[in-house]
């Protein structure tokens, strides 16, 4: 399947973090029936480009429809073209 934008929530509107001289992060919720494979391929979340950035973290509750997981993720860039790309962040 395709990311579904709508599913895509700010914990907060206009909640964000920031660090001195650096550009303001987000965190993020995103649950889908997609799986872990579908969600982390190149090219998923290509469709939230407009309101994500690097650094922005995504908690994502998986393959609902199927067998749940939790993954955390972080994009590592948001170039204006091809993909973007993101590193998983280690669930502790």
């Known amino acids: 399947m395709a990311l579904v ?3 895509l ?3 907060r ?3 964000a973090i920031k660090a001195a001289g650096a550009r303001t992060c987000r965190l993020w919720h995103y649950a889908t029936n997609d799986d872990w494979a579908t969600v982390s391929a ?3 979340w290509n469709g939230a480009r407009a309101h ?3 650094g922005d973290i995504v908690h994502i509750s ?3 429809d199927g067998t749940p997981f939790y993954r955390s993720i ?3 860039t948001v170039p204006a073209s091809g993909n973007v790309t993101t590193v998983q962040v280690a669930n502790a």
């Open 74 to 76: 972080m994009f590592a």
């Open 52 to 54: 994500i950035g690097p």
């Open 13 to 15: 509107a206009g909640a």
């Open 42 to 44: 190149a090219g998923y």
């Open 62 to 64: 998986g393959d609902l």
């Open 5 to 7: 934008l709508d599913s």
């Open 9 to 11: 929530i700010a914990y």
